[in-house]
């Protein structure tokens, strides 16, 4: 039975689907961060794009499409919105012109939404929006572990010149201290680079580095065990890049990469997470417009809902 004290989201027997205010998966869209277990926001930016733009539409097109989802899950029997109080707070204001201004405000939003006990679930937007993100989490927790899903390490020094942008945000990260390098994995890494060392500067910091080869055909179950002990009890933060995924499951975003995850890969890496101390977590550089179909953004609301049913003091219907 629904927890009425807490946010619901609206069901389809109460408003038909299609109608109704655009919130993640349609909830009221009312609450005060004060008030929340979990706050889930957009942040509509792609200024960090070196590629294809659209993943400023990103939050938008999420929303849309989670109003297919329904709250309580079938196959793990996680009850989040029972559980917690969570909801939409909306989107973060930041400069569609100034990127320096735009990850201060980005920052500014997260450092005031963490004076509360809560966690962030975060719709983006590029991936240039985590490392604002990360300031926040460690001026809160300290030093953060990280699981990070991609097709990219994302680690590159500088992108033109330019030393922030959605290539460089762990590099930064771990210049400025805000990782616990030894809790650090990232998984799906594949494609093409621009040199044969791409890779390896997030090994020699200490991170574990699992490429998509080592995940082809198989169940990344056991993989997950090994992840939750490397990360312990400490803080973690999850980042989910949806091109982590092979294109045929994600074709709507910037940077597509052939041979990536597959739909239940992904769904073994994020139910994995269950039991660890998450902080907070995104789904980034999903972007609508190369996807007439809405399947993009439907995998991300699915893969953001996940996310919500591992978060701490989630009560499973066993």
């Not at 990850?103 to 500014?108: D, F, L, M, N, S």
């Not at 052939?258 to 269950?274: D, F, H, N, S, Y």
Request: proline share 7%.
């Amino acid at each position: 039975m629904a927890d009425n004290t807490k946010p619901q989201p609206l069901g389809g027997n109460e408003m038909p689907r299609y109608g109704g205010i655009a919130t993640f998966m349609r909830l009221p869209g009312r609450s005060e961060p004060k008030d929340l277990d979990i706050a889930v926001v957009g942040v509509p930016f792609d200024i960090g794009t070196s590629n294809r733009p659209g993943a400023r539409f990103g939050p938008r097109g999420i929303r849309d499409e989670s109003v297919l989802l329904r709250p309580y899950n079938m196959g793990t029997r996680a009850a989040p919105f029972d559980s917690l109080r969570i909801d939409d707070i909306g989107d973060v204001a930041s400069s569609p012109f100034d990127l320096l201004a735009a990850i201060a405000a980005i920052e500014e939003r997260f450092n005031q939404l963490l004076t509360h006990d809560l966690i962030t679930a975060t719709m983006g937007g590029d991936h240039t929006i985590v490392l604002p993100i990360l300031r926040a989490m460690a001026k809160k927790h300290g030093p953060v572990g990280l699981i990070h899903i991609d097709a990219h390490t994302d680690i590159s020094d500088t992108m033109f010149g330019a030393k922030i942008a959605h290539g460089t945000p762990f590099r930064r990260a771990v210049e400025e201290g805000l990782l616990d390098c030894s809790r650090v994995v990232q998984i799906g890494m594949r494609g093409t680079g621009y040199t044969a060392e791409d890779f390896d500067w997030s090994r020699q910091q200490g991170f574990r580095v699992v490429q998509a080869e080592e995940c082809w055909h198989k169940s990344l179950t056991p993989l997950m065990a090994e992840v939750r002990e490397q990360v312990g009890d400490g803080p973690v933060y999850i980042s989910f890049d949806i091109d982590g995924l092979d294109p045929a499951f994600a074709p709507g975003t910037g940077t597509p990469e052939v041979g990536g995850l597959t739909m239940p890969q992904a769904l073994e890496i994020v139910r994995g997470c269950r039991g660890l101390n998450v902080v907070g977590c995104d789904l980034v550089e999903v972007a609508p417009i190369y996807d007439t179909s809405g399947l993009t953004s439907l995998t991300g609301a699915n893969l953001l809902y996940e996310m919500l049913c591992v978060m701490p003091g989630v009560v499973y219907r066993d």
